[in-house]
């Protein structure tokens, strides 16, 4: 889904809460492989690598996270 020569750089997209698609972002997840949450670890990394408000009013979706237990991630965003 996302070609980068670092498998730990994922494609993350968000969109609004009617289910339009809005925009792509790239998150490094090179220290979150072994994390025991993976929402977790995808809402972590999204939030230390770009704002809060980014989050607020979207939801990510994250087709293929860097994990050892990798699968599609949804993360519902704040009001």
Partial sequence: MNY????SHVRVDR????GKWY????????HNY???DLFKAVEDCF???Y???????FNLVCLEP???N???????GPE
Avoid at 4 to 7: A, E, G, L, T, V
Avoid at 15 to 18: A, E, P, Q, R
Avoid at 51 to 57: A, F, M
Wanted: proline share 5%; charged share 25%.
């Fill in 47 to 49: 939030l230390t690598q």
């Fill in 23 to 30: 925009d792509t972002y790239m998150i490094d997840m090179c």
């Fill in 66 to 68: 860097y994990h050892k």
């Fill in 34 to 36: 072994d994390a025991i």
């Fill in 15 to 18: 969109f609004k809460k009617s």
């Fill in 4 to 7: 980068s020569k670092n498998p």
């Fill in 51 to 57: 704002s809060y408000y980014k989050l607020k009013g």
């Fill in 70 to 76: 990798s699968h599609p991630v949804m993360i519902i």
